[in-house]
């Protein structure tokens, strides 16, 4: 399951220096899953779903899972199965009771690998091992998150049993990320779910056009018929082009900028600027305000808005970029931090 978060615009000469993460916490807080909340059951299309069976207010934390198996995005099929079998006999049971609905993948080279570990073994009894690292991979392939470490540069594929019970809408009411910081992987609630509506999640980036999130999907096996898959709207599908356009123009903007900073000029920053307010003007009109996309598009205005001194504003969209990082992500984030240093320096060149 990829985290979905719309791409980020770089702006890394302006980045402010993260020093929360310098402590990785080794063990993390207590896992919890707020069963009190929230039940799995049984739906008509979309198997098992998880469902809220009292108020969940905005923000709540439902979530706060360790995972049972982490991997190197570049594991295969033997270090998955090698890890699942060393796995205490309950969470074995939690791994090969979740969902499977990939498709065998086309490389089989792990599989004369396997054949030669096992003596060139031909008999039923490697075929039905075959079967089982078969079944084990397309387990993995439909409930594995994305896990970044803290300083974004590797990434692993982490399975985190109760979390994966999480169905996918393109409007989610729930949003999950895995927190380096804490070693967890959390579900915050992105406004208030009422009891009996099940709790939902985006597994890709939903500023995507629908045609390319059709096409994402696949790799889960379904076609979304959330509303906003099946609306007859097509000013909806518009206006997430038009968001996906932004994101690609305020990132090439950026590029273009480090190559030529010295020569970057102020109507260079109003230009950026200006993407940058209808990105935010659209995710508005979109209903996605309840997401940290809008607080990615805010942190980027802060940064626009300090070099262009619109410092009054720019305390304003860095105390929503505050707003949306505690209510997606927690207080423990790494996000979090970054964005009460990006306060502090709004408020500061505020004083100036
Ligand atoms: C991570 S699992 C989610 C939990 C799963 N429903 C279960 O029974 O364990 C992902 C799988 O759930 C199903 N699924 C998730 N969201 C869906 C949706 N919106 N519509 C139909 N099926 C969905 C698909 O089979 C998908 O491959």
Redesign the pocket.
């Known amino acids: 399951?990829t985290i979905s978060r719309a791409p980020t615009p770089d702006i890394s000469p302006l980045t402010l220096k993260d020093t929360s993460g310098e402590a990785e916490a080794e063990g993390g807080p207590e896992t919890f899953v707020r069963t009190d909340l929230y039940e799995e059951r049984q739906?008509p299309?979309?198997?098992?779903?998880a469902f809220a069976t009292s108020l969940i207010s905005s923000g709540t934390r439902i979530f706060c899972e360790e995972s049972i198996v982490m991997l190197p995005d570049y594991a295969g099929q033997l270090e998955l199965h090698r890890m699942v079998k060393a796995l205490p006999d309950d969470k074995q049971k939690m791994f090969w009771n979740?969902?499977a609905?990939?498709k065998p993948g086309k490389a089989v080279a792990w599989i004369d690998l396997l054949r030669a570990s096992c003596g060139d073994d031909e008999s039923d009894t490697f075929n039905n091992l075959v079967e089982e690292y078969e079944r084990a991979w397309s387990i993995y392939e439909?409930?594995r998150f994305t896990c970044r470490s803290l300083d974004g540069a590797s990434k692993s594929l982490g399975m985190f049993p109760m979390c994966?019970?999480?169905?996918?809408?393109c409007a989610p009411n729930v949003f999950h990320r895995y927190s380096p910081s804490i070693n967890r992987l959390t579900i915050h609630a992105l406004r208030d779910i009422q009891p009996g509506e099940e709790l939902?999640t985006s597994?890709i980036d939903i500023c995507h056009p629908t045609v390319i999130r059709r096409q994402l999907l696949k790799h889960?096996?379904?076609?979304?018929?959330?509303t906003a898959c099946d609306s007859s709207d097509d000013e909806e599908d518009h206006r997430r082009r038009r968001i996906e356009d932004l994101f690609n123009k305020m990132a090439n903007r950026e590029k273009k900028r480090e190559r030529n900073e010295a020569k970057w000029t102020e109507k260079d920053y109003e230009r950026s600027f200006a993407n940058v307010s209808k990105a935010i003007k659209l995710l508005e009109e979109e209903g996605m305000e309840e997401t940290d996309t809008l607080g990615v598009v805010y942190a980027a205005a802060v940064k626009l808005g300090l070099k262009l001194r619109r410092e009054e504003e720019a305390v304003e969209w860095a105390q929503k970029v505050v707003e949306i990082e505690v209510k997606c992500l927690g207080t423990d984030s790494k996000e979090y931090q970054t964005a009460l240093q990006l306060l502090e320096t709004a408020k500061s060149a505020r004083q100036k």
Do not use: K, P
């Open positions: 399951m739906t299309e979309s198997g098992i779903g979740l969902a609905s990939s439909t409930n994966a019970r999480i169905n996918h809408s939902l597994y889960w096996g379904f076609r979304c018929r959330c």
